[in-house]
């Protein structure tokens, strides 16, 4: 199979930029996270283009970096939270090993709190996560090899838990 050794999905905040460069490390591979090349590619941060160009705009950019990386990058890559939300992203995920990082509502918040780089959670961070997780958790399942829980866990040891629930070992 060509593409990524591993890809994390699961909501803003989990953790898939840490760990994807914890597990790329670990592997010996490079990291990709689809978010970093959306910031490259336009010059700016995603909350200002979620401001000055809106979400179904966002979500073309998104899905046209994520299709990229999964073309170029055979290390482990990291998607964005809403990037399971297209349908043909989900088709071309499926036969890749792909880890659901996921947390409850309680550690969501803690993690991500009033943080107003994060748009979609920027008035009452509670419900709308809820909410966002209402309308993804199915598609992040749908999509996964593998579900690894992260509350009250380091990063080190999700990164150990995601090795061992897609049975890669360490370089």
Request: hydrophobic share 45%.
């Amino acid at each position: 199979m060509s593409g990524p050794l591993l890809v994390l999905v699961g909501p803003m905040g989990v953790g898939k930029s840490t760990v994807g460069r914890l597990l790329a490390e670990r592997l010996g591979v490079g990291y990709r996270d689809t978010d970093d090349d959306i910031v490259a590619a336009q010059g700016r941060e995603i909350s200002d283009i979620f401001v000055a160009d809106g979400e179904p705009a966002f979500r073309a950019m998104e899905k046209q970096a994520v299709h990229a990386a999964l073309a170029e990058h055979e290390g482990v890559l990291a998607l964005g939270g809403g990037a399971v939300l297209d349908a043909d992203t989900r088709a071309l995920l499926a036969g890749h090993r792909i880890v659901y990082l996921s947390m409850d509502v309680e550690e969501a918040v803690r993690r991500t709190g009033l943080n107003v780089a994060r748009p979609l959670l920027a008035v009452n961070p509670r419900k709308q996560w809820r909410e966002l997780m209402e309308a993804r958790r199915h598609l992040y399942e749908e999509v996964a090899t593998a579900v690894v829980p992260t509350d009250g866990r380091t990063p080190d040891e999700v990164s150990r838990a995601a090795l061992d629930a897609v049975e890669l070992k360490e370089a």
